[in-house]
């Protein structure tokens, strides 16, 4: 199954790192909030007076860790589609492969099945009666005879024709 997953080990290490960097920016997030209520707003450490320019600075880092650990997120789920989906399509290429191949030899061996049959058969039908072999042997032979005996005579004729012309 590594051999699959070697193609595309970029995409299946980034997709685990980005998740990771997804949650890391939610679990920064209520410290922000902790940081901007007690000393922004409460002004604990301050001697209870409030720090706007802490609440907006705070606040900034906020919305930059939401939009990270969004787009860590869409990350992670893009790295983990691409290295599944092509690692499954890799897969699924080399079982048509290997079942194509199966089928390919079954059909040969089938074909091979078949000829050998077909063969036997042929070879089991061109033995003959040796009585019918002897009668379309006379009847080959005396076809022959008819034949030559046709032609015997118009030659014949012709020789006696040229004959008496002279």
Request: aromatic share 4%.
């Amino acid at each position: 199954m590594l051999k699959y997953l070697k193609k595309y080990w970029l995409f299946a290490i980034l997709a685990p790192l980005f998740m990771v960097g997804e949650v890391l920016a939610d679990l920064v997030q209520p410290r922000l909030m902790s940081t901007i209520v007690d000393e922004g707003v409460l002004g604990l450490s301050n001697n209870g007076v409030g720090n706007l320019n802490l609440v907006l600075t705070e606040g900034l880092k906020m919305i930059i860790f939401v939009i990270l650990g969004g787009l860590s997120g869409i990350l992670c789920g893009v790295c983990a589609n691409i290295a599944s989906q092509n690692f499954g399509n890799d897969l699924r290429k080399d079982i048509e492969l290997i079942v194509t191949e199966k089928e390919t030899e079954s059909e040969t061996e089938t074909e091979t099945e078949t000829e050998t049959e077909t063969e036997t058969e042929s070879e089991s039908h061109s033995v003959k009666n040796p009585e019918t072999t002897a009668k379309e042997t006379e009847s080959e032979t005396q076809t022959k005879t008819e034949t030559e005996s046709e032609t015997t005579p118009s030659v014949s004729q012709s020789e006696s024709e040229s004959e008496s012309e002279s």
